[in-house]
């Protein structure tokens, strides 16, 4: 069985390929380039001269050969392509450096962070001395060390920090900072429901070294110094190393400057004590400073909220955007219309934003329902008595929304949630958005574990987004929703609408989510209205299986080198992922040997070069 799994690497390698471009990559190769023009420009004067020598165009030239002679052009192509060679080698292990620091999902929770509505958090970058915001402005023109931005689940946190990170303002405040030195900056989103190295240290500092040090080619080597070896396969470093490298790297005394920002600290999968040691440590260079962000945690609290100054509270700044947010969620309503005029919608809109207490994922659980009472006409009274109705505590809120889920989908809904998040069951940030078709078709038709499904059940796909979305809501009420892929990188070639499609996700709407659908409380619930036996990684990996067995099925996916990986690749990929996923929880892997069997009848493996 592991013989199989580990069968699978190439077709790993293939999906995370080597690193992307980059400046560093971009100079040396500059370099490079121009060095071997310099060569040729040499060789090609050489060429002139033994020509001139040999062959002269006139008897002046015959004459004047022995008072003047050549000039040896030849002198300086050894030292050129000597350069040029120790320019390779050294292009080429930092190369491997860099690369051995990536891994597959990086950056995929910054980019799975939805962007801030329109004109938001435009308040923080305000200079009126009232705003308490206006610390955060400071600090990034001229302070030091740590500053902490602490908010309550669902606050928004993840949302002000992307656009901190990414805003020309902040950018500008920093260069103040910066003075006459380059400024690098390194960003990190921690991510509960990811990859191992999505919510470690070790993600961490890996992000954190390869951002920085591919903005900092010079220390490249100098860290590289520190490390006894790389690691055996790219991704895989031990702690230890790490550790070093990012001691060489803050101890190197380079004309720079370093801001970086970590998101959701709160979602480490480990010893708190350690990331804020972590943290401490790399903000003790003066070169080095750290906007970070987390729930209120008395452990983060301890650390970095001893200073007012260095700290904001999010959820008591940002009454006037959830304003903002009420209200274009309603104008975006085809209804809105009808009751805009009234003042009572008005103060209704009001009343949302006051009992939100700043958790922007309330109000955005609230305005859906209230959206629906648009939608089935509900008079300013109903609008009024549904937003009563709606329990103020995030939690009580959550199970509202599940207990007001249609019985006709119970059965469904139950096991599509505690799939996605009930017991951490896929393991996956994302699951794919077809696997919900295929699952709902294997139900059915038990044949298509064998068999293979068609296309056809993924019905009209110029219409199957909508569709999948009106499933989901049905299903969930908006604690699942429908996400662009957050495997792969964006592609820039023409795609069918199905191939499209097949790059969608379902996955929770918020952290605070998939901490409650984990509850023993909820998880015992769900399990209730679930078939006997049912176990959700039994039934991604049987779906994953249906998938690679459909060759009209596809999986569009791009691998760094912007090559397109063939689908079946792809689709193997993911179902030996969810075998090792199974094996990881069960030991006796049963399922995992009886699907296995299925696979290589039906596709031999040696058609994967894994014979």
Same mark, same amino acid.
């Given at each position: 069985? @592991?013989?199989?799994?580990?069968?699978? %690497?190439?077709?790993?390698?293939?999906?995370?390929?080597?690193?992307?471009?980059? #400046?560093t990559i971009e100079t040396i190769v500059t370099q490079l380039q121009t060095l071997s023009l310099q060569v040729s420009s040499s060789v090609a004067n050489y060429s002139k001269a033994v020509l001139k020598r040999n062959f002269p165009s006139n008897q002046a030239d015959c004459s004047n050969k022995q008072e003047e002679p050549e000039a040896d052009h030849t002198k300086d192509i050894p030292t050129l392509v000597d350069k040029l060679i120790v320019r390779k080698i050294q292009y080429e292990s930092d190369h491997a450096f860099l690369s051995s620091l990536q891994f597959p999902d990086m950056r995929l929770r910054q980019e799975a962070v939805k962007d801030a509505h329109s004109d938001t958090f435009s308040w923080i970058f305000g200079d009126n001395e009232d705003n308490p915001a206006t610390q955060l402005p400071t600090w990034l023109r001229e302070g030091t060390g740590v500053f902490w931005i602490r908010g309550k689940a669902g606050s928004g946190k993840s949302t002000l920090m992307k656009y901190l990170s990414q805003n020309s303002n902040t950018l500008e405040l920093l260069r103040t900072w910066a003075g006459?030195?380059?400024?690098?900056?390194?960003?990190?989103?921690?991510?509960?429901?990811?990859?191992?190295?999505?919510?470690?240290? #070790?993600?961490?500092?890996?992000?954190?070294? @390869?951002?920085?040090?591919?903005?900092? &080619?010079?220390?490249?080597?100098?860290? %590289?110094?520190? =490390?006894?070896?790389? !690691?055996p396969e790219p991704g895989r470093w031990a702690m230890s190393e790490l550790m070093r490298a990012t001691k060489s790297f803050v101890a190197c005394s380079l004309q720079k400057r370093f801001c970086i920002f970590i998101d959701g600290l709160d979602e480490h999968d480990g010893d708190m004590d350690d990331l804020i040691e972590l943290i401490e440590q790399l903000a003790s260079s003066d070169n080095v400073k750290i906007c970070c962000s987390s729930r209120p945690w008395p452990s983060f609290a301890d650390a970095f909220g001893q200073k007012e100054n260095l700290m904001l509270k999010l959820e008591d700044l940002t009454a006037g955007d959830i304003m903002k947010f009420v209200a274009a969620s309603f104008q975006q309503h085809k209804r809105f219309s009808k009751y805009a005029r009234d003042s009572r919608f008005s103060a209704l809109m009001k009343e949302i934003a006051r009992k939100a207490e700043g958790v922007f994922l309330w109000v955005t659980l609230v305005v859906k329902s209230l959206r629906d009472g648009l939608t089935n006409a509900d008079r300013i009274v109903d609008l009024e008595r549904r937003l009563k109705a709606m329990p103020l505590d995030l939690e009580a809120l959550l199970w509202r929304m599940i207990e007001s889920i249609d019985p006709f989908y119970n059965r469904k809904s139950s096991e599509l949630l505690l799939t996605i998040g009930g017991d951490g069951a896929c393991n996956y940030p994302a699951l794919p958005a077809f696997l919900v078709d295929i699952l709902d078709e294997f139900d059915d038709n038990p044949e298509a574990l064998t068999n293979g499904v068609s296309c056809e059940i993924l019905g009209d796909p110029a219409d199957w987004v909508d569709t999948m979305n009106r499933k989901l809501d049905a299903r969930t009420k908006g604690l699942v929703e429908l996400?662009?892929?957050?495997?792969?990188? !964006? =592609?820039?070639? #023409?795609?069918?609408?199905? %191939?499209?499609?097949? %790059?969608?996700?379902?996955?929770?709407?918020?952290?605070?989510?998939?901490?409650?659908?984990?509850? &023993?409380?909820?998880?015992q619930e769900l399990a209730r209205h679930c078939r006997p036996g049912f176990k959700p990684h039994k039934q991604v990996l049987a779906s994953s299986l249906i998938w690679l067995l459909s060759p009209t099925i596809p999986l569009a996916v791009?691998?760094?080198?912007?090559?397109?990986? &063939?689908?079946?690749?792809?689709?193997? @990929?993911?179902?030996?992922?969810?075998v090792t996923d199974f094996e990881g929880k069960h030991s006796r892997g049963v399922a995992p040997m009886r699907y296995l069997r299925v696979a290589s009848q039906q596709r031999p493996l040696a058609q994967w070069g894994m014979d």
């Amino acid at each position: 069985m @592991f013989s199989l799994i580990s069968g699978t %690497r190439s077709i790993y390698k293939s999906v995370s390929g080597a690193s992307h471009h980059n #400046e560093t990559i971009e100079t040396i190769v500059t370099q490079l380039q121009t060095l071997s023009l310099q060569v040729s420009s040499s060789v090609a004067n050489y060429s002139k001269a033994v020509l001139k020598r040999n062959f002269p165009s006139n008897q002046a030239d015959c004459s004047n050969k022995q008072e003047e002679p050549e000039a040896d052009h030849t002198k300086d192509i050894p030292t050129l392509v000597d350069k040029l060679i120790v320019r390779k080698i050294q292009y080429e292990s930092d190369h491997a450096f860099l690369s051995s620091l990536q891994f597959p999902d990086m950056r995929l929770r910054q980019e799975a962070v939805k962007d801030a509505h329109s004109d938001t958090f435009s308040w923080i970058f305000g200079d009126n001395e009232d705003n308490p915001a206006t610390q955060l402005p400071t600090w990034l023109r001229e302070g030091t060390g740590v500053f902490w931005i602490r908010g309550k689940a669902g606050s928004g946190k993840s949302t002000l920090m992307k656009y901190l990170s990414q805003n020309s303002n902040t950018l500008e405040l920093l260069r103040t900072w910066a003075g006459n030195r380059d400024l690098s900056i390194g960003r990190y989103f921690f991510w509960y429901a990811g990859s191992k190295l999505q919510k470690s240290r #070790e993600g961490l500092i890996q992000t954190l070294l @390869f951002e920085l040090l591919r903005a900092c &080619p010079d220390a490249i080597s100098i860290v %590289r110094k520190s =490390i006894a070896q790389l !690691p055996p396969e790219p991704g895989r470093w031990a702690m230890s190393e790490l550790m070093r490298a990012t001691k060489s790297f803050v101890a190197c005394s380079l004309q720079k400057r370093f801001c970086i920002f970590i998101d959701g600290l709160d979602e480490h999968d480990g010893d708190m004590d350690d990331l804020i040691e972590l943290i401490e440590q790399l903000a003790s260079s003066d070169n080095v400073k750290i906007c970070c962000s987390s729930r209120p945690w008395p452990s983060f609290a301890d650390a970095f909220g001893q200073k007012e100054n260095l700290m904001l509270k999010l959820e008591d700044l940002t009454a006037g955007d959830i304003m903002k947010f009420v209200a274009a969620s309603f104008q975006q309503h085809k209804r809105f219309s009808k009751y805009a005029r009234d003042s009572r919608f008005s103060a209704l809109m009001k009343e949302i934003a006051r009992k939100a207490e700043g958790v922007f994922l309330w109000v955005t659980l609230v305005v859906k329902s209230l959206r629906d009472g648009l939608t089935n006409a509900d008079r300013i009274v109903d609008l009024e008595r549904r937003l009563k109705a709606m329990p103020l505590d995030l939690e009580a809120l959550l199970w509202r929304m599940i207990e007001s889920i249609d019985p006709f989908y119970n059965r469904k809904s139950s096991e599509l949630l505690l799939t996605i998040g009930g017991d951490g069951a896929c393991n996956y940030p994302a699951l794919p958005a077809f696997l919900v078709d295929i699952l709902d078709e294997f139900d059915d038709n038990p044949e298509a574990l064998t068999n293979g499904v068609s296309c056809e059940i993924l019905g009209d796909p110029a219409d199957w987004v909508d569709t999948m979305n009106r499933k989901l809501d049905a299903r969930t009420k908006g604690l699942v929703e429908l996400r662009d892929s957050s495997w792969s990188r !964006p =592609i820039y070639v #023409e795609l069918s609408q199905i %191939r499209r499609n097949s %790059r969608m996700t379902v996955q929770v709407l918020h952290r605070s989510v998939l901490d409650f659908l984990s509850t &023993p409380k909820v998880v015992q619930e769900l399990a209730r209205h679930c078939r006997p036996g049912f176990k959700p990684h039994k039934q991604v990996l049987a779906s994953s299986l249906i998938w690679l067995l459909s060759p009209t099925i596809p999986l569009a996916v791009q691998s760094y080198s912007s090559d397109m990986i &063939p689908d079946d690749d792809f689709k193997l @990929f993911i179902f030996f992922s969810y075998v090792t996923d199974f094996e990881g929880k069960h030991s006796r892997g049963v399922a995992p040997m009886r699907y296995l069997r299925v696979a290589s009848q039906q596709r031999p493996l040696a058609q994967w070069g894994m014979d």
